[in-house]
Nanobody, 115 residues
Framework: QVQLVESGGGLVQPGGSLRLSCVAS????????MGWYRQAPGNQRELVAV???????NYADFVKGRFTISRDNAKNTVDLQMDSLKPEDTAVYYC?????????WGQGTQVTVSA
């Protein structure tokens, strides 16, 4: 059974940093494109960043230069380093695994940016 478990969310002040982590199990991790998405209240879920099995990355324009996605195929983890956080980054952040035939989601972790 595939599981994606996120951690690292919380409350942070504007300008601060958080690091989200996602641990995957029950899957051939290295074969999946891994990503982070987010959903704020009243909004649709949106892409934040993705990383391919070889490490190629892609970011949404609103996080370029502030967020960094990385993965460790030996540990089955994908991280999202978030710097220079803004109140509009407040959302539930979800880990995502996309294979040729499968798509998996984690349960999400809340990130709140507020003074």
């Amino acid at each position: 059974q595939v599981q994606l478990v996120e951690s690292g969310g919380g409350l942070v002040q504007p300008g601060g940093s958080l690091r989200l982590s996602c641990v995957a199990s029950g899957m051939m991790f290295s074969r999946y494109v891994m990503g982070w998405y987010r959903q704020a209240p009243g909004n649709q879920r949106e892409l934040v960043a993705v990383i391919s099995s070889s490490g190629a990355t892609n970011y949404a324009d609103f996080v370029k230069g502030r967020f960094t996605i990385s993965r460790d195929n030996a540990k089955n983890t994908v991280d999202l380093q978030m710097d220079s956080l803004k109140p509009e980054d407040t959302a539930v952040y979800y880990c995502n695994a996309r294979g040729l035939l499968n798509l998996y989601w984690g349960q999400g972790t809340q990130v709140t940016v507020s003074a």
